[in-house]
T-cell receptor, first 111, second 114 residues
Framework: DTAVSQTPKYLVTQMGNDKSIKCEQN?????MYWYKQDSKKFLKIMFS???????INETVPNRFSPKSPDKAHLNLHINSLELGDSAVYFC??????????FGPGTRLTVL | AQSVTQLDSQVPVFEEAPVELRCNYS??????LFWYVQYPNQGLQLLLK????STLVKSINGFEAEFNKSQTSFHLRKPSVHISDTAEYFC????????????WGAGTKLIIKP
């Protein structure tokens, strides 16, 4: 009965490839987020969607594009992957903005 | 602009000893304050929060944090740690005037020594 789920859990790919990470929440929340956590555990917000509308778009290369087909899903597509994109990507959702529920993370390794 | 400082990147402590994880913030307006915990290979989860009222807030697993407005701090404490408390702890602030966006600290890794 997972609240926030992400697929895949691990993603290993070559530089230059395009990949997607999917996120789904079954909590009925209005807002969803994508975070990037680097190897030093530093957490950086990338995007936030509220009811399928983009509300936060931090300084992120335009190779990263979020897509929200409906309120329960927020996918992240990454074009032309680079070595520096290697990180753990977390999806989260919330009703109250301060209480965010995180998914288990997707560990992306770019070779 | 708000910012959050967690001075210690790692805190090693013996099992059953007390621990304090420090968090300081800067803000020109009142903010809400939070501690999140990330257990190994998992996502973050809310540990405790201060929105208003009593400045001392407690979690169900024995952690507590005290909001100190004059020192702009929100330190996390536990009187006796257990091996299961091994995790990364993140302090965050939320500005009610800025869509309540969370501003995150850099995290503190709590290492429990047997």
């Amino acid at each position: 009965d997972t609240a926030v789920s992400q697929t895949p859990k691990y993603l290993v790919t070559q530089m230059g490839n395009d990949k997607s990470i999917k996120c789904e929440q079954n909590l009925g929340h209005d807002t969803m987020y994508w975070y990037k956590q680097d190897s030093k555990k530093f957490l950086k917000i990338m995007f936030s969607y509220n009811n399928k509308e983009l509300i936060i778009n931090e300084t992120v290369p335009n190779r990263f594009s979020p897509k929200s087909p409906d309120k329960a899903h927020l996918n992240l597509h990454i074009n032309s992957l680079e070595l520096g994109d290697s990180a753990v990507y977390f999806c989260a959702s919330s009703q109250a903005p301060w209480e965010q529920f995180f998914g288990p993370g997707t560990r992306l390794t770019v070779l | 602009a708000q910012s959050v400082t967690q001075l210690d990147s790692q805190v090693p402590v013996f099992e059953e000893a007390p621990v304090e994880l420090r968090c300081n913030y800067s803000s020109s307006v009142s903010v809400y304050l939070f501690w999140y915990v990330q257990y190994p290979n998992q996502g973050l989860q809310l540990l405790l929060k201060y929105l208003s009222g009593s400045t001392l807030v407690k979690s169900i697993n024995g952690f507590e944090a005290e909001f100190n407005k004059s020192q702009t701090s929100f330190h996390l404490r536990k009187p006796s740690v257990h091996i299961s408390d091994t995790a990364e702890y993140f302090c965050a602030v939320s500005n009610p005037n800025s869509n309540y966006q969370l501003i995150w600290g850099a995290g503190t890794k709590l290492i429990i020594k047997p």
